[in-house]
């Protein structure tokens, strides 16, 4: 019977995390390994993990060294044939691992991946990926545009990680998207589960997450991803940079320093422009709508609209 390793990174959420934990140690699935990693938490998250005695919670207590190199940690004290990641103010349905291993061994793929919901206080929402039959990037050059780029909702085979060193950046924000494009890079198969299986949760109604200057790290993080595209001679990397970016660019309103969004609106125009000056007129613009369109590649009237939304 296969292993599952699930890796839980946790810093301060002492209010979340209960929930997150029994979703996990009562899934349908009984043969887990839960690694909950303590990332140096100040609240009572320490307390809340050793309270659970689950023989196949496996809990570790380190300083604090960031999300990235906590997964890491997760990834290398892995015991699992297979490997999932849940973020610790999330959690997943009680089937959630049943169904998404009963999918893997069924199409035989290295990557298994599903709809999730979007829960907020008002309301919960189904976040659907664009379906797509079990494949590969070979076969699907527009799959890293159809999928979502964090580590969470999806079931990785091991090996997928461990003989590819797979690994997050250290020290940079928005570590995942490097991750995950690898992992879809070397699976050799990706199947995908329509079912919502996982609850991404937004604690405040309206929650907007202010910004400051490690939102450049983006610009480092997409530079990582456009190295690893250039080794497999990727024909797609324009749609993929553009969606990556066009949402920063959507959001910098949240940047409340003007010289400093100004500033990371600019770079990410540069960037943009050297990956394929004519940007503008990608397919995967023409998903946005008409308005939301000609703000993106204006920059100039995408300054005004920002200053007029704060």
Known sequence: MNKVSIIVPIYNEENNLRKCIESLINQTYKNLEIILINDGSTDN?????????????????????????TRNTGI???????????????????????I???????????????NYYLDTPSKTY???LKIFNSIN???????????????????????LLINNSNRFPINLKYEDVPFVVEAVIRAGKISFVPNYLYHY??????????????????????????KKLE??????????????????????????????????????YIYLKRIDKDWRKCTYLKQE???????????????IVNKLKK
């Open 45 to 69: 998250s320490k307390e809340i993990i050793d309270s659970y005695k689950d023989k196949r919670i496996v809990a570790i207590h380190k300083k604090n060294t960031g999300i990235g190199d």
């Open 76 to 98: 290398d004290k892995s015991t699992g044939d297979y490997i999932m990641f849940v973020d610790s103010d999330d959690y997943i349905e009680l089937n959630c691992v049943e």
């Open 100 to 114: 998404l291993l009963k999918n893997l061994n069924e199409n035989k793929s290295d990557l298994v991946i599903s």
């Open 126 to 128: 189904e976040m659907n």
């Open 137 to 159: 990037i070979k076969e699907d050059c527009d799959l890293l545009c159809k999928i979502n780029l964090s580590p969470w909702i999806k079931l990785y085979k091991k090996d």
């Open 201 to 226: 949760v937004i604690k405040k109604s309206g929650e907007t997450i202010t910004r400051d200057e490690r939102i450049f790290d983006i610009i480092t993080i997409c530079a990582i991803v456009e």
């Open 231 to 268: 080794q497999i001679n990727y024909v797609n990397k324009t749609n993929f940079f553009v969606k990556v970016l066009s949402y920063y660019l959507k959001n910098s309103r949240y940047i409340p320093n003007i010289n400093l969004r100004n500033e990371f609106i600019d770079a990410i």
């Open 289 to 303: 709508s008409k308005i939301k369109r000609v703000i993106i590649t204006h920059k100039s009237l995408l300054k």
